[in-house]
C-alpha cells in the first residue's frame, strides 16, 4: 500500500495543463518505450499479475463524495450525447480521478472475466506504478491523451484490451481527473482517441458552465462560425465588469495568451457594452489581439444581474467609528511580523483568495479575522466563526450544510439552514480547521468546488458566495504529510498564509499591554498600568497569549476596583508562572524591561516580602484622601504579630482589603484564616 500512496503523489502535484503553448505531439512510439522504462525503475516484472491496491471502504466513500460533481456531470450530462456511438463500439468508459483511482465506468463489460470486473471497483488504482503502461496511467504520466494498444501494454495481463485516455482539466487548469474508453478489439487510432478527446473536453466545458452560468456572461467563440457549437470552441467566462475570471483551455490555445483576469475588452476589439447587450445565439464577428478574426456567440447569466440602489452602501460610508471597535489599525503597534501580516491581509481581502492564519492558542486570530471582515465591503453581512475543534464529530456536517426536516433522529423538526449558507455574501471563519474529521474535509472541498450548499437530506443546491478565512494552531502540512489532513483541501484553504506571532516574541509589548489594559478600564480608573506591573509582565512567559493577558487584566482590574493595579491584584498562577519562566530560562528576555527588575515570592510562601515602587496616583481633580490600604503595607514579620481575627474585624470580614494590609495573596489569606480556625 505504500508505494500505491507514494506512486500518488507526483501525477497529482507534477502536471498542469499548459495551454497557452501548444505541447509538441511526442512520437508515439517513444511515448510507450519511455513508459516502459519507467515500468522497469517501478520494479514491474512484466509476466506477473498486476496487484489490486485500492482504498479502504472509508476513504472509498470520502472519494465518491469528493468527486460526486465530477461523476455526475460526465454520466449524466456527457455520455448521453455519445451513447449510441459507444453502444455500437462495445467500449467500456472508466473515469479515474487525478491520482488514477477509479471513480466510475460505463457500458459494455462482456469482455471483462471476473478479475478483471474487479479492477472497476472504486477506489482501485492504475497508475503506472501498480498497472504498467496503461492508457489511463500513461496519459496522467504525461498530462495529454494517449492511445495504448494491446501489446503496448508493460504487463502482459493487461494485453486483451486496447485504451484511450484524455486528461480533464478543471477551471484552473489543474488535473482533475482521467477519461477512458477501452475495448477488447482494434479500435482505429484516430477514431477513439478523438472521441475521448472531445468527451474530456465536453467535461471540462460542463464544469465551467455549471460553475459560472448563473452570474456571469459565457462566450463561446472559434475561428470558423461554424464551428462555434463546438467541443473544440473557446470558452470564456466574464463577469458584469468585463473581467475574464475563467476560460477553458482551449480558448487560451486559440489566442496565445494567458487569459486570467484579463479584461474582455484587451482580447477582443469590441465595447464592453455592446458585447453585453448582443443578442443571444447571434453570431459576433470578434477581432482579437490586432491579429485574430474570431466568431462568437454570448450567453448571458441566468440570473438577472440588476443594478439597483443599495441604501446600505450609503449607511456604510455614513457609519460612525465605533470607539470599542478593534480596527487593523489597533492590531499592532510595530512589531514587523503583525504589520506585515496586515498589510498582506488588506491586498487580498477583496479577491478571491483564501486566507489561512496560523499561530499559537489565543494569539488573536479571531480578533484579527473579525477587523478583517470591518475592513471588507463584506461588513455589512455576517461573520460566522465556526470553531471545528468544538463541535462534536458526528454534529459537524448538519452544523455546517444545514438539513431538511426529518433529514435524521433528533433534527429539528424545521430543518436548520446550516453556518456555511448563514455566511452568504460575508465572511466565513473555520477556526482549528485542522481538527476537522476526513469525512467532513471531502465535503468541505466540495462546496468550495462548486461554491453551492447541499443540506442534508436534500437534493437542492444553493448558492452560497463567501469570503473564507481559515485558522489553525496546528502544522498542516505536515498533517498532510500524515494523511491527517487533506492535500486537495489544504490548497483550497491556504491562498494566502499568514502566522501572528506569540505573545513573548512580539516587539510591541509594552503598547500592547497598555492598549489591552485600555480596552478593559472603566473610566474611573487609572489610564495606564504602572511602570512595576508592565516590568512584570515583560518577565511573563505568556503562554495562553493574548488571550491570558486579557483576563489577567480583567481580573486585576476587578480586583484594584478604581485604584492602580498593585501586585497583590494579580492572579497567584500569573506569579507562577514567572517563577516556572524563570527556572526553565524560558521566559522573555529581562533585558527587554528596559529597567531592572524585583525578584518575585511565590504567592502563596509563608513569607512575602517584595521590594517595590510607590505606584503613581492618577491625577483627578480636587483633594484625594489617602488610602490606607493601598499604602506601604507591612512586611510579612509584622504581620505575622497581628491577631488576625482583631485584623478580620477591621476589615469587616472584606478579604480583598485585609489581604492588600497584609501584603499578601488573597489565597495565602484564606489558608491561613482557615489554619487558625476564623474562616
Known amino acids: 500500500m505504500n508505494r500505491l500512496k507514494n506512486a500518488q503523489v507526483a501525477p497529482a502535484a507534477g502536471y498542469k495543463s499548459d495551454a497557452v503553448a501548444a505541447k509538441t505531439p511526442v512520437e508515439h512510439q517513444n511515448v510507450i518505450a519511455d513508459s516502459w522504462e519507467r515500468c522497469r525503475e517501478y520494479g514491474l516484472d512484466p509476466l506477473a499479475v498486476p496487484d489490486m491496491e485500492t482504498l479502504p471502504q472509508g476513504e472509498i466513500e470520502s472519494l465518491k463524495e469528493e468527486h460526486h460533481y465530477l461523476v455526475q456531470t460526465t454520466g449524466n450530462e456527457v455520455l448521453p450525447y455519445y451513447e449510441s456511438i459507444l453502444s455500437n463500439s462495445q467500449c467500456m468508459i472508466m473515469l479515474t480521478d487525478s491520482r488514477g483511482q477509479m471513480l466510475n465506468s460505463w457500458g459494455d463489460q462482456r469482455f471483462l472475466n471476473k478479475e478483471q470486473k474487479a479492477f472497476l471497483n472504486p477506489g482501485t488504482y492504475w497508475g503506472e506504478a501498480v498497472n504498467g503502461t496503461n492508457a489511463i496511467g500513461t496519459a496522467m504520466e504525461l498530462g495529454q491523451a494517449v492511445q495504448v494498444q494491446k501489446d503496448e501494454h508493460f504487463l502482459k495481463s493487461n494485453r486483451f484490451m486496447v485504451g484511450s485516455a484524455a486528461p ?36 471540462e466545458n460542463r464544469l465551467i458552465v455549471k460553475m459560472f452560468a448563473a452570474e456571469n456572461f459565457l462566450l463561446n467563440f472559434n475561428t470558423n462560425v461554424d464551428n462555434i457549437d463546438s467541443q473544440w470552441a473557446g470558452l470564456i467566462v466574464f463577469n458584469d465588469d468585463g473581467t475574464i475570471i475563467s476560460a477553458n483551455c482551449r480558448a487560451e490555445l486559440l489566442l496565445g495568451q494567458n487569459l486570467a483576469l484579463a479584461n ?34 454570448l450567453r448571458r447569466p441566468e440570473k438577472k444581474i440588476v443594478q439597483a440602489v443599495d441604501f446600505r452602501q450609503r449607511h456604510l460610508k455614513k457609519r460612525p467609528v465605533d470607539a470599542s471597535l478593534i480596527t487593523l489599525e489597533r ?44 475592513y471588507s465591503s463584506r461588513r455589512a453581512y455576517p461573520l460566522v466563526a465556526v470553531n471545528c475543534a468544538a463541535i462534536p464529530a458526528e454534529l459537524v456536517e448538519s452544523e455546517l450544510f444545514g438539513y431538511e426536516k426529518g433529514a435524521f433522529t433528533g433534527a429539528n423538526s424545521k430543518g436548520a439552514i446550516g453556518l456555511i449558507r448563514k455566511a452568504h455574501r460575508g465572511t466565513l471563519f473555520l477556526d482549528e480547521i485542522g481538527e476537522m474529521p476526513l469525512k467532513v474535509q471531502a465535503r468541505l472541498l466540495r462546496v468550495l468546488q462548486e461554491r453551492k450548499v447541499v443540506p442534508l437530506g436534500s437534493t437542492e443546491a444553493f448558492p452560497v458566495d463567501i469570503k473564507l478565512i481559515s485558522a489553525t494552531n496546528r502544522a498542516l502540512r505536515d498533517d498532510v504529510d500524515q494523511g491527517l489532513f487533506r492535500q486537495d483541501l489544504y490548497y483550497r484553504v491556504s491562498g494566502l498564509n499568514l502566522e501572528l506571532p506569540p505573545l513573548r516574541k512580539r516587539a510591541d509589548r509594552e503598547a500592547l499591554f497598555q492598549e489591552v489594559y485600555e480596552l478593559f478600564r472603566s473610566p474611573e480608573q487609572p489610564p495606564k498600568l504602572s511602570d512595576e ?16 493577558l486579557a483576563s489577567v487584566i480583567q ?8 485604584e492602580v493595579i498593585q501586585l497583590w491584584d494579580l492572579p497567584d498562577d500569573f506569579l507562577s508562572d514567572i517563577h516556572k519562566a524563570a527556572a526553565e530560562g524560558s521566559g522573555p528576555s529581562a533585558l527587554a524591561t528596559g529597567g531592572n527588575t524585583a525578584p518575585i515570592a511565590e504567592p502563596d510562601a509563608p513569607t512575602f516580602s517584595v521590594p517595590r515602587q510607590t505606584a503613581p496616583t ?3 481633580p480636587g483633594p484625594v484622601a489617602a488610602s490606607p490600604t493601598r499604602a ?48
Open 555 to 562: 481580573i486585576a482590574l476587578a480586583m484594584a476596583e478604581n
Open 618 to 620: 492618577p491625577s483627578v
Open 264 to 297: 474582455i475588452c484587451h482580447i477582443f476589439d469590441y465595447p464592453l457594452r455592446d458585447l453585453k447587450n448582443h443578442p443571444e445565439s447571434m453570431p459576433i464577428k470578434l477581432p482579437a489581439l490586432g491579429r485574430f478574426q474570431m466568431h462568437g456567440v
Open 632 to 679: 506601604a503595607a507591612p512586611t510579612t514579620e509584622v504581620a505575622s504579630e497581628i491577631d488576625m481575627m482583631l485584623l478580620f474585624q477591621q476589615h469587616k470580614g472584606n478579604i480583598s482589603s485585609m489581604a492588600k494590609a497584609l501584603n499578601i495573596s488573597r489565597n495565602t489569606l484564606y489558608k491561613r484564616l482557615k489554619a487558625e480556625g476564623i474562616r
Open 331 to 374: 492590531l499592532s503597534f510595530g512589531d514587523q511580523l503583525v504589520d506585515r501580516a496586515v498589510t498582506q491581509a488588506k491586498k487580498v481581502i477583496e479577491k478571491d483568495i483564501p486566507i489561512l492564519i496560523a499561530g499559537e492558542t489565543g494569539v488573536g486570530k479571531e480578533v484579527f479575522v473579525s477587523a478583517l471582515h470591518d
Open 533 to 548: 506591573i508592565v516590568s512584570l509582565f515583560l518577565q511573563h512567559p505568556w503562554p495562553g497569549n493574548l488571550r491570558q
Open 168 to 203: 480533464i482539466f478543471n477551471v484552473n487548469h489543474d488535473l482533475l481527473g482521467v477519461l477512458d474508453v477501452s475495448s477488447d478489439t482494434y479500435l482505429p487510432h484516430s477514431y477513439t482517441l478523438g472521441l475521448v478527446k472531445l468527451m474530456s473536453q465536453a467535461v
